[in-house]
């Protein structure tokens, strides 16, 4: 059972790589022993049976019985001896021998009697015939222990969050325990202790509240025991959580996000003012963990009637991955007010907040009159006119109307419908009626009232003509001169004039509706005309102004202009509860006027007297009576009078003046004293109106709306704060709402800065009762806030002289006025900041986003001051507010530098790219703006001049850029090479200033180095194997131009050789087309008829840095494989040779391509088949991927086994220049060697040689010294040559060299002859264009080598004639399992035995190396000595089998000698043939036919056909009844082939004149022999005296490699110093202790020759008794110089004899001096390489007592 926390929870958390759960094992924790599992049965030899038996649970001075059951599961029965318990604790009482029978089981009661409280531990042991086996008995303490888990892992978990699991603690003791945990944060763990009974669990749950994003480990531990202040144990649970960061993210739907700097927002567009707009945004969560968040709305003190934004989330969670959709309701109160708000997204444990910015626009409806002007003509009294006019909405908000007339009968005008809506984008049609009461003209300029909207004036005119009287028709046109003949008395009369003029020209009725739209839509320009709204307030306190002027008195004035009857309340118009009322009506004109009342009929209100006459500048009083004829009811009325003029004497012309309209609003009710009024049901939108902020006159509209079926009054009620209720006017102030209809409330004020904040309350009394409907009216002014960022402070970083920075700065408009804003920065401070925008307009609540730059112009500190001017939109140019910023900066000086200053990037491919990053560090101040140039140079000596203009090979992936201060920049860069060379490129900057120009001259930042190459390939070492394995290196090395195939390799390959740069088939024919000019001869040399292939093993090693993939192409591997049809079938001569050389493969290469890496070497086989005679050429390609491309011509030459042939390995010889006057030239050898099967006689012809002297004044220029002889086949002869130029120039010498039988070859022979004045240089000297650089040292055996020469060529350098020097070489068998025996093949050179190496043979075991001497005695005459030594090497394994296969066959041969078989026909095998040797065969395969297609493969064995991946053919019944045949043959077996280790020995001896010229530095290091020196061929090889070859040491791999390097380098050393040597030199003096007759003469060739030896050493460790073979050079310096014999110019050297000693002393002869020193150092050296002497050891020294003088 695995707790829910633990197994459940963390089965479904995501893999971490820091977590790896553990699972939960069981840990107890008892002290010192761990609870053993007693339930287990065992089977023991036969019978099952518990292993141990366990007391737990046990009380001292008791006993306590176990059972231990045996059962017998065997087949047999079971006889067992038992051995009971030891000790005396544990008892049984059973026999000592039990039988349990097969299937039954025995049981053995075993007692426990325990005498104190510890552990008790025996055992009981059963015997039985086929073992043993033991049950072990155990009593235990009891101690408590718990089981926890190992670790717990919490689920991934946010930071500042929680996260909780759980995990299972269980007692498994058998005693109660109380556990306590401590844990510290952010690990939490419940409960913290606890009792646990034995058996019981509990869950434990953890809660992980980490603080940071990290991964948390917390060991807690649990500390338990029987007793809560007794808890001494512990055990320990791992808690393990990861925490990250969480990250909300804003997604607005449906709209374009600004990513700018403002974040998004959420646009609403413009919403009608009422209305709601509900718009959605999503809560996205890309983090791993859960994160909870809380929005709310940016704090600030904005709005007064609360945000108009509300958002339905305000906490919550996301999952990871997921979102959440939230809900923004906008519900606009003030029309053409922008509306902004800010929801603020907080996330716990986040680094950063989210703001969405909330926009939208309150709009109200665009209402207009489709005319302004209602003519209703001339109607006869009594009678009614109906006209219509449109009432049409523009916009897309629903628009509310009511027209301020009584349409009930108190007016001749009336309007249906009064009141209504006007839908979105629609009009209605209004019908107004005309009904005169009396004989006059009637206008009235009646209001059309809209919600949120100014009202709108209707002019109604119209003239009622009775029987009697009949007064001048009104029409519109009066209407406009009356109106003009105002303008008058306010314009000039020029411009009256002009209006009069224009006017006039609009006759009809068309042209008089638009002069009167005009004339009420134009503004004055010196603002004499009031507003609409304001001439309604007018209109409704009972005042008639004309033309809506505000600088006249008004016409005509009544009051008061509203009545109540029955209102119980004091107001500022009279109310009573009479029924009767007086109005008085005052004329201000300077007209007598005549005032009539409009009567209607029915009416519960009436006017007396209802007309009468006014004179000017008079009042009078009318009486207004209310007389109801229904009672409980309510009452209102719009009482109108006309006034109009008497006459018209004081108007100019005869203009016709129109009558004036005033009204007075009356309500009452009818209700009796204690009758219940009407209850009021009705709505106020909006119950809050807000005034704007500015003390200027402002306007609202309320909507008061009648929800019930009963009509509705309301009156204003000012009795609960008159002061503030006296503020604000409304009208109508009171009125009748008739049910389901409204009355739109117009309410005017002028905001103070006294008015409360938080407003006051209007009361509104309805249906004149104590119910009261609340406004509340906020009209407070309040000062223009603005707040800055940052304290109103702004700090820019450290900048860079003449750069700039950016820095974006938030301002926000905390008032609740629209404002427009002004930075202003003085004008010495413009060059150094600016900002964008500078100016701009902000709604209230909305921040705006500046963006500051800073461009300092010195180093130094900043504080400038910059000043911010704001002021409302609604008063420009007044209200001005003022802020200050104080921006602080500083200018620095920038610069910038890379982390290494030079930047080596190795070596490059040419043509390639690659990237590179050059770290760019910025460790000034101040940020830096750079851009970055690049100079190309190359540091070749000689670079090409083309390409220093050409385009640069480092291309810089940003030339630009900014780089932040005290940060590293990664400068990415791409390097393409475009030839091989050393390039390298200086990198500089130049810092930008502001304008992105540069202000600095270039400076270098970094230095980049790189070098192009190309793949290269070199040839290291070369070996020959088969028929040409008798070759020296040299001689290979001048078959295939080695030294010119390494020059081409380390050339730069062409353009041509670059058109593939990889092996593809480019061509259509078989002689595919050449890309290069990089001719070169392989040649494989000449072999007889059918010998063995000629196999050759070039070494290949990659000297550069870049792997390199390589190949051989062959023609059919560069020619593309064409379809049978596209074929022609026609072939060349050529291309048929081809074929058949590549279908008989007479030229293979293995491996044929490949891939070396960098310091890599491959030994690549090229072979050469001789089944056809002739000469075979054959064309190859060796292609380097991406590098060069060389021709290789093939050539191989077959010999016919009858036929003589000299192979010449090149027909040019270059000679070792010598100097003019040279009286002794030295011998120069040139190489012949035999490619056939048969000896060649040879012959130089003379007659060139003659003719040469002749021509040099019978100087013999050039002599050959055997210019005939004779050729073993398969070996090489060396033609001795002395060149002897007789003048200072370069010599062409050519030579016809004749063979028998054969035909001749003409040899080029080049020489220089030199100055002996320009012979001042050794290296002048030793100059020879001949020689050759085959390498002295190989470095990596070939396949199939197993002896390792420690050098492959022996330099002596220059030495003296008649001189001797020695060196040593080492001998390693590299075979880990192969013993291998060596012998060496001295050479004979014109009879004398200048070379001698010991031992000359030896056998080396698996990686063991012997020891050889080498020593080299140059002849009395100058020679240019280039001899070649064979080591013939065999292995022990093939020579076994070898002997084993001869014996057998020498066996099988005596065998069959002495029996004889009876030939029987039914006999079907018959014994085998034995032959000594196979004769030789006739050539099996010839050359085929012409084909007209491609052959097909050869014929060949499985094995080849497998590895060439060619088709093999079925064997003919010819060739397998030849198998047969040859089956049947036995023949003798051969000696295995040995393999050649060539040891090359070159050195250039010189006449002691020559020498001592030229080397006299040398000479004394160099050893002479005091005699002439003719060292003959010793009949044997070796003697006893001489070291074994094998070197058995106890020291092995490096430290033995390393002793013999030391040792070698020590005693060249120690013989080059001239101190020994005078050592040497003086023991001549001293005398001998000894007779001269007992020393030994030194030994010669012969003396040595003379002591047998066996033909292998025996043992090698056998100690040598003798050592007489230098390890090195010896050198004996002689006493004088003038001893030559003048006749040394012939070329022999006469030594002086010895100097006589005087005859009473004897010296010891030099030479055997030399021979002892070496014996000893010979012998040194084998010690120090067996390990018997220590070289490198502390010498010891031994201090002798003092000399007695007895």
């Known amino acids: 059972m695995s707790p829910e926390g633990t197994g459940d929870r963390t089965s479904d958390l995501p893999i971490e790589a820091w977590v790896q759960d553990p699972g939960i094992r069981q840990r107890q924790r008892d002290g010192n022993h761990q609870r053993q599992a007693s339930c287990q049965i065992s089977c023991f030899l036969g019978l099952e049976v518990k292993p141990d038996l366990v007391w737990e649970d046990w009380d001292l001075q008791r006993d306590f019985t176990r059972t231990l059951v045996l059962k017998n599961i065997h087949s047999k029965l079971q006889k067992l001896h038992v051995r009971p318990p030891v000790s005396k604790f544990f008892t049984t009482l059973i026999p000592h021998i039990i039988v349990v029978s097969p299937g039954t089981s025995f049981s053995v009661p075993v007692i426990f009697r325990p005498l104190q409280r510890c552990e008790y531990e025996d055992s009981i042991e059963f015997q039985g015939k086929d073992g043993s086996f033991q049950v072990c008995l155990r009593a235990t303490i009891p ?165 108009q934004f509300s958002c339905d989330e305000s906490r919550g969670e996301v999952a990871p991955g997921e979102s959440l959709r939230a809900t923004v309701t906008y519900t606009p109160a003030v029309v053409d007010t922008v509306s902004i708000d800010y929801l603020s997204l907080q996330c716990r444990g986040a680094l950063d907040k989210t703001l969405l910015k909330l926009t939208g626009k309150g709009v109200g409806p665009k209402v207009s009159l489709s005319s302004f002007v209602v003519d209703f003509g001339c109607v006869g009294e009594g009678g009614a006119v109906v006209q219509t006019v449109d009432l049409l909405n523009s916009s897309s908000v629903e628009a509310i109307y009511q027209w301020d007339l009584d349409c009930s009968g108190h007016s001749v005008f009336s309007i249906q419908p009064a009141s209504g809506t006007v839908g979105p984008n629609s009009h209605i049609t209004l019908k107004a009626v005309y009904r005169p009461t009396l004989p006059i003209a009637h206008h009235r300029s009646v209001a059309c009232l809209t919600l949120h909207r100014e009202p709108m004036f209707l002019d109604l005119i119209g003239t009622c003509h009775s029987e009697l009287q009949r007064p001048a028709i009104l029409k519109p046109e009066h209407l406009i001169l009356y109106k003009l003949n105002w303008y008058r008395r306010q314009d000039s009369p020029d411009s009256l004039s002009a209006m009069l003029q224009d006017h006039n020209m609009h006759l009809g009725q068309q042209g008089v509706l638009s002069s009167l739209e005009e004339v009420h839509l134009k503004p004055d320009s010196g603002g004499v005309l009031m507003s609409p709204i304001e001439k309604y307030f007018q209109s409704c306190f009972g005042c008639m102004v004309p033309l809506s002027s505000s600088s006249l008195s008004p016409h005509l004035s009544v009051v008061p202009s509203e009545l109540l009857f029955n209102h119980k309340m004091s107001s500022s118009f009279t109310a009573s509860s009479t029924s009767s009322q007086s109005v008085s009506i005052t004329n201000h004109t300077k007209g007598k006027l005549s005032l009539v009342w409009t009567v209607a009929k029915g009416s519960p209100f009436s006017v007396s007297p209802s007309s009468c006459d006014l004179a000017p500048l008079k009042s009078t009083s009318f009486r207004v009576n209310f007389d109801p004829k229904q009672l409980n009811t309510l009452h209102e009325a719009q009482l109108e009078c006309f006034a109009y003029y008497k006459e018209n004497h004081h108007l100019e012309g005869n203009l016709l003046c129109p009558p004036w309209c005033v009204i007075v609003r009356v309500i009452g009710h009818s209700f009796q004293p204690g009758k219940e009024h009407f209850i009021p049901c009705c709505s106020l939108k909006p119950p809050r109106v807000i005034f704007p902020a500015l003390g200027v006159l402002s306007y609202r509209t309320v909507l008061l709306q009648n929800c019930g079926d009963l009509p509705l009054t309301f009156c204003l009620d000012q009795t609960s704060n008159p002061a503030l209720a006296e503020s604000v006017s409304v009208v109508p102030s009171c009125g009748l709402i008739q049910p389901w209809n409204h009355q739109i409330l117009t309410l005017r004020t002028t905001p103070t800065e006294d008015s409360p904040k938080q407003g006051f309350s209007l009361h509104l009394q309805l249906n004149a009762s104590k119910h009261t409907k609340e406004l509340t009216v906020v009209s407070v002014v309040e000062k223009l806030r603005v707040s800055l960022e940052g304290d109103s402070s702004l700090y820019f970083q450290p900048t860079a002289r003449g750069s700039r920075t950016q820095r974006s700065h938030h301002i926000r408009n905390l008032s609740r006025l629209p404002l427009r804003f002004q930075w202003s920065i003085p004008e010495p401070d413009q060059e150094l900041i600016f900002v964008e925008p500078d100016a701009g307009e902000m709604h209230p609540n909305e921040s705006s986003v500046q963006i500051w730059s800073f461009s300092p112009l010195e180093e130094k500190s900043y504080t400038l001051k910059p000043t911010l001017t704001f002021w409302p939109i609604q008063t420009p140019g007044s209200n001005k507010s003022q802020l200050t910023l104080n921006v602080v900066g500083m200018g620095s000086q920038g610069y910038i530098k890379a982390e290494k200053a030079v930047l080596d990037v190795g070596e490059i491919l040419v043509g390639s790219y690659r990237s590179i990053e050059v770290p760019l560090v910025n460790s000034s101040p101040c940020p830096v703006s750079f851009c970055l140039s690049v100079q190309q140079t190359f540091l070749d000596e000689k670079p090409v001049d083309d390409l220093k203009s050409g385009p640069s090979a480092l291309h810089l992936d940003r030339e630009r850029g900014t780089i932040a201060s005290q940060s590293t920049m990664l400068l990415r860069s791409t390097v393409r090479l475009h030839r091989r060379a050393q390039y390298q490129w200086i990198i500089s900057y130049q810092t930008l200033n502001a304008s992105g120009n540069a202000s600095s001259p270039p400076k270098a930042v970094c230095e980049v180095r790189a070098e192009g190459v190309f793949p290269t390939l070199k040839v290291i070492d070369v070996c020959s194997t088969g028929s040409m394995a008798p070759l020296s290196k040299v001689h290979l090395w001048k078959l295939f131009s080695l030294d010119n195939f390494n020059k081409f390799l380390l050339c730069n390959p062409s353009t041509a050789e670059l058109t593939y740069r990889t092996p593809v088939r480019h061509s259509m024919r078989s002689s595919p087309s050449i890309f290069t000019e990089a001719l070169l001869d392989f040649n494989f040399s000449a072999a007889p008829l059918h010998s063995d292939p000629s196999t050759f093993m070039l070494m290949f090693y990659n000297p550069g840095s870049l792997p390199v993939d390589w190949a051989f192409l062959f023609p059919e591997d560069q020619q593309i494989e064409l379809e049978y049809w596209a074929e022609t079938g026609e072939f060349s001569n050529t291309e048929l040779y081809q074929m058949k050389v590549q279908d008989n493969r007479l030229f293979s290469i293995s491996p044929r391509s490949g891939t070396l890496l960098p310091d890599q070497q491959m ?588």
């Open 143 to 307: 101690c408590p222990a718990l089981e926890v888990p190992d670790s717990v892992l919490l689920p991934l978990c946010a930071v500042q969050h929680s996260s909780r699991t759980s995990f299972l603690l269980r007692n498994v003791s058998k005693l109660q325990i109380c556990f306590q945990w401590e844990c510290v944060a952010p690990f939490h763990l419940s409960p913290e202790q606890g009792l646990l009974k034995p058996g019981q669990e509990r869950h434990i749950s953890v809660v992980f509240r980490p603080q940071d994003a990290m991964v948390h480990q917390q060991q807690a531990h649990c500390r338990f025991g029987e007793e809560e202040d007794q808890a001494e144990s512990f055990c320990a649970v791992l808690l393990q959580g990861l925490a990250k960061y969480p990250c909300l993210q804003l997604r607005t739907l449906g709209t374009n996000d600004k990513k700018g700097l403002c974040g998004p927002e959420l646009h609403f567009g413009s919403v009608a003012v009422g209305q709601s707009l509900q718009k959605h945004f999503e809560i996205f969560n890309p983090s791993p963990v859960t994160a909870s968040f809380s929005l709310s709305q940016l704090s600030n003190e904005v709005p007064l009637l609360g945000s």
């Open 1163 to 1750: 030994a690549v086989h090229f072979s050469c088949s001789h089944d056809f005679a002739g000469t075979d050429r054959f064309p190859v390609v060796f292609k380097i991927s991406h590098g060069r491309e060389i021709l290789l011509n093939f050539q191989g030459v077959t010999v016919e086994t009858d036929t003589p042939y000299l192979h010449f390995a090149s027909t040019r010889h270059v000679f070792t220049s010598v100097t003019i006057g040279n009286y002794n030239p030295p011998r120069q050898m040139y190489e012949l060697h035999n490619g056939g099967a048969v000896p060649v006689h040879y012959e130089v012809d003379r007659a060139a040689l003659l003719q040469l002297q002749v021509d040099n004044f019978n100087h013999p220029v050039l002599c050959c010294l055997n210019p005939e002889g004779e050729v073993l086949p398969g070996k090489t002869t060396m033609l001795e040559w002395i060149f002897s130029p007789l003048e200072a120039k370069k010599y062409h010498m050519d030579v016809l060299i004749h063979v028998q039988d054969c035909d001749s070859t003409l040899v080029r022979f080049e020489g220089c002859g030199l100055h002996s004045s320009t012979m001042c240089s050794t290296k002048q000297f030793n100059c020879s264009d001949g020689r050759t650089s085959v390498p002295c040292v190989q470095t990596l055996p070939f396949p199939g080598q197993v002896l390792f020469l420690s050098v492959d060529n022996v330099s002596l350098g220059d030495i003296p004639v008649c001189s001797r020097s020695s060196r040593i070489l080492y001998l390693t068998n590299v075979s880990h399992t192969d013993t291998v025996h060596y012998t060496w093949d001295l050479l004979q050179q014109s009879d004398q035995q200048v070379l001698q190496i010991f031992p000359e043979r030896g056998s080396l075991r698996p990686g063991e190396s012997a020891l050889s001497f080498l020593s080299f005695t140059s002849s009395d005459y100058p020679t240019n000595y280039q001899l070649d030594v064979t080591c013939q090497v065999k292995k022990e394994a093939a020579l076994a089998q070898y002997c084993d296969a001869l014996q057998r066959w020498e066996e099988e041969k005596e065998r069959q000698k002495v029996e004889f078989t009876i030939t029987d026909k039914n006999t079907t095998e018959s014994q085998r043939v034995l032959i000594e040797k196979e004769p030789l065969a006739a050539p099996v395969r010839k050359v085929p036919p012409l084909r007209k297609y491609k052959t097909l493969p050869p014929i060949c064995g499985r094995t080849s056909c497998e590895a060439e991946g060619s088709i093999c053919p079925k064997t003919t019944r010819a060739e397998r009844r030849a198998e047969r045949e040859r089956a049947k043959v036995w023949r003798r077996p051969e000696a295995p082939q040995p393999s050649l280790l060539h040891l090359s020995v070159t050195a250039h001896s010189h006449g002691l004149i020559d020498y001592i010229t030229h080397f006299s530095e040398q000479f004394n290091e160099q050893y002479r022999c005091l005699q002439s020196v003719k060292p003959q061929q010793p009949k044997t090889t070796t003697s006893s005296t001489f070291p074994p070859a094998g070197l058995t040491s106890s020291t092995r791999g490096p430290e033995r490699d390393i002793t013999m390097h030391v040792l070698t380098s020590l005693l060249r050393d120690i013989l080059d110093d001239p101190a020994f040597t005078q050592s040497l030199i003086t023991l001549a003096s001293k005398p001998i202790t000894y007779p001269l007759s007992e020393t030994i003469p030194s030994p010669s060739p012969s003396f040595q020759s003379s002591i047998p030896s066996p033909p292998y050493p025996t043992s090698s460790h056998a100690k040598p008794q003798h050592q007489t073979v230098l390890s090195g050079i010896v050198a004996e310096k002689r006493e004088q110089h003038n001893t030559v014999d003048s006749q040394e110019t012939t070329g022999g050297l006469v030594n002086r004899p010895p100097k006589h000693n005087p005859p009473h002393t004897e010296h010891v002869p030099a030479n055997m001096s030399e021979d002892v020193l070496l014996s000893t150092i010979q012998n040194l050296m084998m010690e120090a390489v067996r390990g018997e002497l220590v070289l490198t050891a502390h010498p010891r020294t031994a201090t002798f007592p003092p000399v007695s003088a007895r």
